[in-house]
């Protein structure tokens, strides 16, 4: 699934992951957003009490569609990057 997460009110920081580079990003200005790709581990934290995140999604929720754990999409990404 694809996502994009922008910041309503307040700020919130966000944690990337592709399985190999690690990266935050902090959303804290109205008019920043973020692109989240397939297969790029993502957790938002560090809310604010009045921190408001709006996210659009390419498909609707399907909790089966989720990877669950960190150790599960570790397993999953190494899996993609080793494919001939």
């Known amino acids: 699934m694809k996502s994009h997460s922008g910041r309503l009110e307040g700020s919130c920081r966000v ?6 580079h690690r ?3 902090t959303l804290d ?13 993502s957790a938002q934290h560090s809310y604010p009490p009045d921190a408001m995140l709006l996210v659009f ?3 609707y929720y399907d909790p089966g569609d989720y990877i669950r754990t960190y150790e599960e999409f570790c397993m999953s990404a190494t899996h ?4 001939p």
């Open 15 to 20: 944690l990337l992951d592709d399985g190999e």
């Open 29 to 41: 200005r109205p008019n920043l957003g973020i692109y989240i790709p397939p297969m790029i581990w």
């Open 23 to 25: 990266r935050e990003v």
């Open 57 to 59: 999604a390419s498909e």
């Open 80 to 83: 993609l990057l080793t494919k």
